[in-house]
T-cell receptor
């Protein structure tokens, strides 16, 4: 089955700097990769996603890149702000017809003012 | 449009007690999921229901049962709670089709088993 590894587990950056979180997956059949942001006491919320037929996707200060050959994808946040502080999860879609997502273990991002 | 709702928000149980966590979605999604979230372990799938009338085990199903009551509602039952089931439980729903769709999460239920 699919396995997703996420690094780093914690990340501290100065406000205005960039943050990068990386995930690797094992199943080459996976073809959908969402990123979720979880604020304290709340459920995860989708912030950006990418499908395997695309190499990069941007949404304002957030971007995701996908390298299918190496089986890794990354979340890039530019010009970080204190409100970006949260836990971020990557996921890969397990394309075995069972509609299951496999999540990474999360990255706690702290943006220091 | 409330999205995914969960009740209760917080619950304390004694070992051996039973309870049911409720989840409902108003987005007309076919698929629903139950996850547990523990520190350092991310989100682990307990059970899921790809469509009304079907349920399947996920990664950590032991000690749990589920019921897909109708298209909107998916409940999770702990028959005999154990301290190892202390966790935050999230329900999610999605509308899978030919293109994979986003999972939408509820606000979570925090469960403490003493």
């Amino acid at each position: 089955g699919e396995n997703v590894e996420q690094h780093p587990s914690t990340l501290s950056v100065q406000e205005g700097d960039s943050a990068v979180i990386k995930c690797t997956y094992s199943d080459s059949a996976s073809n959908y990769f969402p990123w979720y942001k979880q604020e304290l006491g709340k459920g995860p919320q989708l912030i950006i996603d990418i499908r395997s037929n695309v190499g990069e996707k941007k949404d304002q200060r957030i971007a995701v890149t996908l390298n299918k050959t190496a089986k890794h994808f990354s979340l890039h946040i530019t010009e970080t702000q204190p409100e970006d502080s949260a836990v971020y999860f990557c996921a890969a879609y397990d394309f075995s017809g069972t509609y299951k997502y496999i999540f990474g273990t999360g990255t706690r991002l702290k943006v220091l003012a | 449009n409330a999205g995914v709702t969960q009740t209760p928000k917080f619950q304390v149980l004694k070992t051996g007690q039973s309870m049911t966590l409720q989840c409902a979605q108003d987005m007309n999604h076919n698929s629903m999921y139950w996850y547990r979230q523990d520190p350092g372990m991310g989100l682990r799938l307990i059970y899921y229901s790809a469509s009304e009338g079907t349920t399947d085990k996920g990664e950590v199903p032991n000690g749990y049962n589920v019921s897909r009551l109708n298209k909107r509602e998916f409940s999770l039952r702990l028959e005999s709670a154990a301290p190892s089931q202390t966790s935050v439980y999230f329900c999610a729903s999605s509308a899978p089709g030919r293109l994979q769709e986003t999972q939408y999460f509820g606000p979570g239920t925090r469960l403490l088993v003493l």
